[in-house]
């Protein structure tokens, strides 16, 4: 049964189909936060953004498509989110057991340069064919290349939701229009996360913001107005903020791996901002499988105590 909470998040996107809803809304009621308006979700792309040995190698057992599949159901994730080629070796074994997101672009790390655009490489289609609840979608605001993946993703959002698909979209401001630092600068991350909800994402997924403030006029603003950036919490807080006041679920992704303590002590700050959950790939999947459900556990009890 669909709880209060679910129902209320549920509300927020009153424009949208009863299959797109219960799409969300399976994400939502899913696993050990099921129910709590909070999720964890793994995400296996690394694979194919950073190499098989950078993703794998830490943990061999990760080569295998199945075991991610493994690992979702045994910690209870909300969904498990991977590209075409993955979801396809384990959808047909694994069907029904975990929500699943396809990641509908990709790119590779054998190329350089300082604007990124991913090539789109799964479709609507393949989505319904695996099963899955969602389709999951990067953008980087700040590549010169932006506008175009905008483009393609107003597209695609269309067909998943006519289809009665959910959408996540990543959100990573990334490119020559800011410098390294400002990819994850909180008046950016912020800015990153209002243009997913803007294009239609149902879940938005950006890094944890640092206190710094990129943009000249943006850093104004916030002096003027005395918003709160000095920790992790309030910064949360601005971002969901800036997501149509809190109607839209937004969550945040682990990063690079490190060590438990400092898994535990960003999952937080996130949860103490109201944040709606975590997006953690290497920080588990690049441990043994017995230490990464121990640790989306404690994860996810540190989300479900203050759900």
């Keep these: 049964m669909t709880t209060k ?24 009621n899913h696993g050990r936060l099921g129910g709590t308006g909070k999720m ?10 950073h190499g098989p040995a950078r993703s794998f190698a830490p943990n061999p057992p990760a080569y295998d498509p199945r075991y991610h599949f493994e690992l979702a159901i045994a910690a209870g994730c909300n969904a498990y989110a991977a590209p075409l080629g993955f979801l396809e070796a384990g959808a047909a074994e694994f069907a029904g057991d975990v929500p699943l997101i396809l990641k509908l672009n990709n790119s590779d790390s054998l ?66 229009g800011i410098s390294k630092a400002g990819e994850t600068a909180i008046d950016v991350v912020a800015y990153a996360a209002q243009i997913a909800a803007q294009l239609g994402a149902h879940v938005v997924k950006v890094k944890p913001p640092s206190d710094h403030v990129e943009q000249d006029a943006a850093r104004k603003v916030y002096e003027q107005h005395g918003i709160p950036v000095g920790s992790l919490a309030e910064r949360v807080r ?53 230490e990464a459900i121990e640790l989306l556990h404690e994860v996810m009890d540190i989300y479900a105590a203050v759900a």
């Design 238 to 290: 601005h971002v969901l903020e800036s997501c149509f006041a809190g109607r839209r679920i937004v969550i945040f992704s682990g990063g690079p791996a490190k060590d438990r303590e400092g898994v535990i002590e960003e999952i937080r700050g996130i949860a103490d901002g109201g944040g709606f959950g975590s997006i953690m790939g290497r920080n588990s999947f690049q441990r043994a499988k017995t």
């Design 40 to 49: 964890v979700i793994l995400p296996v792309d690394q694979g194919f953004e």
């Design 5 to 28: 909470r679910v129902k209320e998040i549920l509300s927020w996107y009153s424009s949208d189909s009863a299959g797109s809803l219960s799409n969300l809304a399976r994400m939502l």
């Design 111 to 176: 190329y350089g340069g300082s604007d990124p655009c991913s090539a789109v490489t799964g479709s609507v289609r393949d989505a319904l064919r695996l099963g899955c609840s969602a389709i999951g979608y990067t953008i980087y605001p700040a590549s010169a290349q932006r506008n175009s993946m905008y483009q393609d993703l107003r597209a695609l959002t269309e067909e998943a939701k006519a289809n009665g698909l959910a959408v996540v979209v990543w959100s990573y401001p990334r490119g020559s």
